[in-house]
């Protein structure tokens, strides 16, 4: 299943639930005319469908392989495309040795 039939997937089945419809729509709509789209939207129609309860009816309603083929583009592609964020303190710019003034000097062996 490509991106394209997977949020088409989620349009049809979530018709009981506007908001996650509409994200559906809107990102479906995208797709047919070719235009690129942002992992947002995306991530935006995971989210709706999870607080609405359409996943867990989803993986209820089909089996695990038919599950993970729905989800599964829309997944790679926020995964493709969401930039990574550091996990780490951030460091101040005299800190950082590629920034700084001045290198700091080599440790003694």
Not at 17 to 23: Q, R
Not at 28 to 49: H, P
Not at 78 to 102: F, M, W, Y
Request: hydrophobic letters at 40%.
């Amino acid at each position: 299943m490509d991106l394209k039939d997977a949020t088409l997937m989620f349009l049809s089945e979530s018709a009981a639930y506007p908001a996650v419809a509409s994200i559906a729509q809107s990102a479906y709509d995208r797709l047919v005319e070719s235009e690129e789209i942002d992992y947002r939207v995306l991530s935006d129609l995971i989210g709706e469908a999870s607080g609405k309860g359409v996943l867990r009816e989803l993986h209820r309603k089909y089996s695990p392989e038919a599950f993970e083929a729905m989800i599964g583009p829309i997944l790679q592609e926020i995964g493709r495309n969401k930039p990574i964020q550091s996990q780490g303190p951030p460091v101040a710019p005299e800190d950082d040795p590629l920034t700084a003034p001045v290198w700091p000097p080599a440790p003694a062996r």
